[in-house]
């Protein structure tokens, strides 16, 4: 219940975002993950973990948080 609860937060917060922002994010994402294909095993334990860990830290961020955090990340990959 309370990971149903954090999914929702997220994806509100996802929601909030500029469209422009949103599709910069997304792209990201699936280029991260035809590039991870590639990686070696090691490597693909490496970036699990990491991704994990970040996830952790943004699932403790509030709502408006979160927003502000997806904002900044669009704007890194600008």
Do not use: C, P, W
């Amino acid at each position: 219940e309370a990971k149903f609860a954090q999914f929702k937060e997220m994806k509100q917060a996802f929601s909030s975002i500029s469209d422009e922002d949103r599709e910069l994010i997304m792209t990201y994402f699936k280029e991260m993950k035809q590039e991870y294909a590639t990686l070696s095993d090691g490597e693909k334990d490496a970036k699990h973990a990491e991704f994990k860990s970040q996830m952790e830290e943004f699932t403790m961020l509030s709502l408006d948080e979160k927003i502000v955090y997806l904002q900044e990340y669009a704007n890194s990959l600008r």
